[in-house]
């Protein structure tokens, strides 16, 4: 099922789309209506292409606003966390977002570099679990930055910088260097 609202958050129209069955399989969002059916088609078709079964019928869920409410900062990260089914995820990518989940809060970052060696991997491969992350906002991949400015976010880095804005991160999101 499929669980879709848009909510005006911090004076901007935030669309948010749950996809979940069960648990939630995957989240996607967006600062505009457009980017959010292209987020929305990019994160059903990875999730078919892991062998998750995806159903997109519309129905109302309080999964979005559970979003809405971490975005915000009512619901820690961590609290969400048993709500993910992680079907279709690599045992190296659940290990990476559990550990982003429980150990990075709101209102801070880390690098990939950081990351990388808590977890015992190499920046590169962090930047492909953040980059395959169905889970965003509760993963918080927006948190991960690179060692010399704000990094990468898929789909679009404005979205990145609202997030961390909203967080009160706002050192990261002066630059804008990826």
Not at 44 to 53: A, E
Not at 66 to 94: C, K, M, Q, Y
């Amino acid at each position: 099922m499929l669980s879709v609202e848009r909510f005006d958050i911090a004076g901007r129209t935030v669309w948010i789309g749950v996809i979940h069955a069960e648990k939630i399989q995957g989240i996607t969002f967006s600062l505009e209506r457009e980017q959010f059916e292209r987020n929305l088609d990019r994160l059903t078709g990875f999730l078919r292409k892991r062998g998750v079964d995806v159903g997109t019928e519309r129905g109302r869920s309080d999964y979005p606003s559970l979003v809405r409410d971490v975005i915000v900062g009512n619901v820690s990260n961590a609290e969400i966390l048993p709500e993910l089914s992680f079907e279709g995820v690599t045992p190296f990518e659940r290990r990476v977002y559990e550990w982003l989940t429980k150990n990075v809060k709101r209102g801070s970052v880390i690098t990939y570099g950081g990351l990388a060696g808590a977890i015992g991997t190499s920046p590169r491969a962090i930047g492909g679990a953040m980059r395959r992350n169905p889970y965003p906002i509760v993963v918080p991949c927006h948190r991960v930055v690179a060692h010399d400015g704000i990094g990468y976010y898929t789909p679009r880095l404005d979205e990145k910088v609202f997030l961390l804005e909203i967080e009160g991160v706002e050192g990261w999101t002066s630059s804008k260097r990826t």
